[in-house]
């Protein structure tokens, strides 16, 4: 049973247009949902965070929506660099389980020049 | 400040050995955790250890265990090796591992099984 669902395994976007990468959940006990950036072989890097009693979250050019009632996040990347282009992960957290990350499968995203 | 450092980076063993991973968490972190990346179940937890208890356990058989020391370094160990057993392995660390701490991962330790 897949609680973090990313729909869509990949994503191409133009150089300086909008990239939009969902997520959806089924847990509602989920309060707290990062996204991560990762390249093949490396680490994920943290990009941007938001918690469940916020609708919004922004640094720089990501921003986090979050819908608690359709339990459905979004990432936004404005404009998209070519150097954005990675495996995008969601997850998400639990206050009752808190140490442990429930990942999505990920979406790859190609930005073009 | 350093970020979480894993050692080895890269290695290769054989069917029925065991081996150890090393993590060192970022200064200051006394939560680490483990996980597996496979291209095939993706992400997914193995354990976590604060204070060098380990309080939450994911779906992995005995062979894979860990410990954490009090320094906050952590190793994981998997022992009777499959090939199953090939992926990556990250280590992530954070503050205190509750809700609202950003958890931060090493670049990981990609473990060939022959």
């Known amino acids: 049973d897949q609680q973090v669902k990313q729909n869509s395994p990949s994503l191409s976007v133009q150089e300086g247009r909008i990239s939009i990468l969902n997520c959806d959940y089924t847990?509602?006990?989920?309060?707290?949902f990062l996204w991560y950036k990762k390249y093949p072989a490396e680490g994920p890097t943290f990009l941007i965070s938001i918690s469940s009693i916020k609708d919004k979250n922004e640094d720089g050019r990501f921003t986090v929506f979050l819908n608690k009632s359709a339990k459905h996040l979004s990432l936004h990347i404005v404009p998209s660099q070519p150097g954005d282009s990675a495996v995008y992960f969601c997850a998400a957290l639990s206050s009752g389980s808190a140490r442990q990350l429930t990942f999505g499968s990920g979406t790859q995203l190609t930005v073009l020049p | 400040k350093a970020g979480v450092t894993q050692t080895p980076r890269y290695l290769i063993k054989t069917r029925g050995q065991q081996v150890t991973l090393s993590c060192s968490p970022i200064s200051g972190h006394r939560s680490v955790s483990w996980y597996q990346q496979t291209p095939g179940q993706g992400l997914q937890f193995l354990f976590e250890y604060f204070s060098e208890t380990q309080r939450n356990k994911g779906n992995f058989p005995g062979r894979f265990s860990g410990r954490q020391f009090s320094n906050s370094r952590s190793e994981m160990n998997v022992s009777t090796l499959e090939l199953g057993d090939s992926a990556l392995y990250l280590c992530?660390?954070?503050?205190?591992?509750?809700?609202?701490?950003?958890?931060?991962f090493g670049e990981g330790s990609w473990l060939t099984v022959v």
């Open positions: 992530a660390s954070s503050l205190t591992g509750a809700a609202g701490n950003t958890i931060y």
């Open positions: 847990n509602s006990m989920f309060d707290y």
